[in-house]
């Protein structure tokens, strides 16, 4: 596709329920990335891909949260066992390179947990 | 703690005129600062980006004035626009071992230009 694309753009989930969150990079990219961004917030950094290798998970807040890119093109970012907390926009970014600097973001996924 | 204070938090500018967003970074190993543009409901749009061995950057009406010493750098907006208003972020980023580099932003600015 033109662009990174994410589904869905909007995602209500009930507290404790598992959600599920979809990114489609730029075709041919090699990295992509998961960010997190709370309401008036800068984006925050949570995961790495390099194709289908997560070099790094630092950013990942507990172990309720798990990404995986089994393919190396499209990636899931799941959710377990919601909490109120985990409410915000959930960003996926893509480069060409192995470096990420020039990532091309996509529109999101707004998740609130009632 | 914040590795990169962005401000100010919100800035409101006439058609025509300067704006001006400021950030201020701590680490050292940062090597790669870009701006980010990000309107309402879309994710943020790489504007312009610097490397810590240039002290300005101009592309258009946009430009990045660094200076490494004082561990700074700002956007300047020429010329501002009502289509300007947005919400930018600064970011800084620094390779890791394995060659990639990921972002810290700061926390934004909203800026709104009156027409």
């Known amino acids: 596709g033109a662009g990174v694309s994410q589904s869905p753009r909007y995602k209500v989930a009930k507290r404790g329920q598992d959600v599920a969150l979809r990114c489609d990079p730029i075709?041919?990219?090699?990295?992509l990335f998961w960010y997190q961004q709370a309401l008036g917030q800068g984006p925050e950094f949570l995961t790495y891909?390099?194709?289908?290798?997560?070099?790094?998970k630092s950013g990942l807040p507990s172990d309720r949260f798990f990404a995986e890119r089994p393919e190396g093109s499209v990636s899931t970012l799941k959710i377990q066992r919601t909490q109120q907390e985990d409410s915000a926009v959930y960003l996926c970014?893509?480069?060409?390179?192995?470096?990420?600097?020039?990532?091309?973001f996509g529109q999101g996924t707004r998740l609130t947990v009632v | 703690q914040q590795q990169v204070k962005q401000s100010p938090q919100s800035l409101i500018v006439q058609k025509g005129g300067i704006s001006i967003i400021n950030c201020a970074y701590e680490?050292?190993?940062?090597?790669?600062f870009p701006w980010y543009q990000q309107f309402p409901g879309k994710g943020p749009a790489l504007l312009i980006a610097?490397?810590?061995?240039?002290s300005e950057k101009k592309e258009g009406r946009f430009t990045i004035s660094f200076n490494k010493s004082a561990k700074q750098f700002s956007l300047h907006i020429m010329d501002s626009q009502p289509g300007d208003s947005a919400t930018y972020f600064c970011?800084?980023?620094?390779?890791?071992?394995?060659?990639?580099?990921?972002?810290?932003f700061g926390k934004g600015t909203m800026l709104l230009v009156s027409p």
């Open positions: 970014a893509s480069s060409s390179g192995r470096g990420g600097t020039e990532a091309f």
């Open positions: 075709s041919g990219h090699v990295s």
């Open positions: 891909f390099q194709n289908e290798a997560q070099l790094d």
């Open positions: 680490n050292t190993a940062f090597d790669y």
């Open positions: 610097i490397r810590p061995d240039v």
């Open positions: 970011a800084a980023s620094m390779r890791a071992w394995s060659g990639y580099s990921t972002l810290t």
